[in-house]
Nanobody, 123 residues
Framework: LELVESGGGLGQFGGSLRLSCVGT????????VAWFRQGPRQEREGLSC????????LYTESVKDRFTIFRDKGKNTVYLQMNSLKPDDTGVYFC?????????????????WGQGTQVTVSS
C-alpha cells in the first residue's frame, strides 16, 4: 500500500485548504486512516483519524470544530478539510494507514505513511 498526499500549499489566516490522501494498489476501505502534522522543530502529532471498521472519527482538541476528516470510497481517498486556518497549523502533513485497527492517533500504530505535504499558513 502506498499513500500519496496532496493539497498542501500556502493558506491564509482564517482560510481553508483540503488535503487528499490517495491509496494505491489496495483499497483503503478496511484501513483506519489518520492525519498527522509535524510543525517546525516539533514532534509529529496526530490530528484526526477515521476508522476502517465503522467510520468513527476522532480529533485532537486543537483542530476539533475546524478540521473534518472524511473518505470517498469511490476515489479510494481520505480527505482532511481544514477551515479557520491559523499560523500554528503550519507544518508537514502526513497521512497514515493501518488495516483492521481501531481509530488511533498514536504514531506507532501505523505502518503505512505518505511522503507528506507542506502547509504554510500566513498571518
Amino acid at each position: 500500500l502506498e499513500l500519496v498526499e496532496s493539497g498542501g500549499g500556502l493558506g491564509q489566516f482564517g482560510g481553508s485548504l483540503r488535503l487528499s490522501c490517495v491509496g494505491t494498489a489496495f483499497s483503503l476501505d478496511d484501513y483506519s486512516v489518520a492525519w498527522f502534522r509535524q510543525g517546525p522543530r516539533q514532534e509529529r502529532e496526530g490530528l484526526s483519524c477515521i476508522s476502517g471498521r465503522d467510520g468513527a472519527t476522532l480529533y485532537t482538541e486543537s483542530v476539533k470544530d475546524r478540521f473534518t476528516i472524511f473518505r470517498d470510497k469511490g476515489k479510494n481517498t481520505v480527505y482532511l478539510q481544514m477551515n479557520s486556518l491559523k499560523p500554528d497549523d503550519t507544518g508537514v502533513y502526513f497521512c497514515a494507514a493501518v488495516v483492521q485497527h481501531a481509530c488511533s492517533m498514536e504514531l506507532f500504530d501505523y505502518g503505512y505513511w505518505g511522503q507528506g505535504t507542506q502547509v504554510t499558513v500566513s498571518s
